[in-house]
T-cell receptor, first 111, second 112 residues
């Protein structure tokens, strides 16, 4: 158990819909990262937050947005969903970027 | 942006030693991490190298050579449970626009 909690574990929705994925980091970790992993693909960095502020942005689509709240939990919002958005979405937290602790992921299926 | 290259698949025999290589772009490079991911599971941290040389953690070791822009993960006394995907990940400074950049992963197949 990494100490990072993600909900929901599985989500099935239709194209055009909007979903919110939630992440609670390890106690004491200020940084939260979101990654997308499609079938047989590596981990694509989406966005990083540090203590409530956006720190770094990767290949995150404009249809996607995220935020980190004062209690340090984070939410990733995915809107106008397309079939290609089906993937595993991982949240990770860390005290330093060399070592990330990943949650179990949220598996999104868009039909 | 930064990119890391690693083989897509490696096959080895139970009890043997296997090395998984990773080459990376040097601009802004700070350190190299390795992660293990079993099918359907979460990536888990294995090791981190910021300095040249070998870091040993039990059966797993990781090596970094900055002059060659190259690192590897060495797995000894292979066990069937080591069958997984292994990702190298580069930590880059200077704004960290890409966060921690992962390679596409190496699928390790272990045969009895």
């Amino acid at each position: 158990d990494s100490g990072v909690t993600q909900t929901p574990k599985h989500l099935i929705t239709a194209t055009g819909q909007r979903v919110t994925l939630r992440c609670s980091p390890r106690s004491g970790d200020l940084s939260v990262y979101w990654y997308q992993q499609s079938l047989d693909q590596g981990l694509q960095f989406l966005i990083q937050y540090y203590n409530g502020e956006e720190r770094a942005k990767g290949n995150i689509l404009e249809r996607f947005s995220a935020q980190q709240f004062p209690d340090l939990h984070s939410e990733l919002n995915l809107s106008s969903l397309e079939l290609g958005d089906s993937a595993l979405y991982f949240c990770a937290s860390s005290k330093n970027t060399g070592e990330l602790f990943f949650g179990e992921g949220s598996r999104l299926t868009v039909l | 942006g930064q990119s890391l290259e690693q083989p897509s698949e490696v096959t080895a025999v139970e009890g043997a030693i296997v090395q998984i290589n990773c080459t990376y772009q040097t601009s802004g490079f700070y350190g190299l991490s390795w992660y293990q991911q079993h099918d359907g599971g979460a990536p888990t941290f294995l090791s981190y190298n910021a300095l040249d040389g070998l870091e040993e953690t039990g059966r797993f070791s990781s090596f970094l050579s900055r002059s060659d822009s190259y690192g590897y993960l060495l797995l000894q006394e292979l066990q069937m449970k080591d069958s997984a995907s292994y990702f190298c990940a580069g930590e880059y400074s200077g704004g960290g626009a890409d966060g921690l950049t992962f390679g596409k992963g190496t699928h390790l197949i272990i045969q009895p």
